[in-house]
Nanobody
């Protein structure tokens, strides 16, 4: 059974940084597509970034390009989201997701329905 566990959320002031981690267990393949998504109160879940762990190819939402970086450590079965220059509009619950049903990241990228396993989420709060 695939299990995803996020960590690293917290509260920061605008302009600050946080690094989220997502540990994966029970993944049946060595290379899969993983993603970070977020959901603010009263809003739909939106994509932040995705990565294919086979080659490290990443996609980013326009709202986070240049500020957020997604990376992976296959030896640790962990993906990361480095978030810099955080703004109040980045406040949300951040979720890690995995797609274990497709050999690569499906297109269009950054689509929540492409992912079949989800973590419980970690809260990020950015104050102005």
């Amino acid at each position: 059974e695939v299990h995803l566990q996020e960590s690293g959320g917290g509260s920061v002031q605008a302009g600050g940084s946080l690094r989220l981690s997502c540990g994966a267990s029970g993944v049946p393949y060595s290379s899969i597509c993983m993603g970070w998504f977020r959901q603010a109160p009263g809003k739909k879940r939106e994509a932040v970034a995705t990565i294919y762990t086979g080659d490290g190819n990443t996609y980013y939402a326009d709202s986070v390009k240049g500020r957020f970086t997604m990376s992976h450590d296959n030896a640790k079965n962990t993906v990361y989201l480095q978030m810099n220059s955080l703004q109040p509009e980045d406040t949300a619950v951040y979720y890690c997701a995995a797609d274990v049903l497709w050999p690569g990241c499906r297109t269009p990228a950054l689509t929540p329905t492409n992912f079949d396993h989800w973590g419980q989420g970690t809260q990020v709060a950015v104050s102005s």
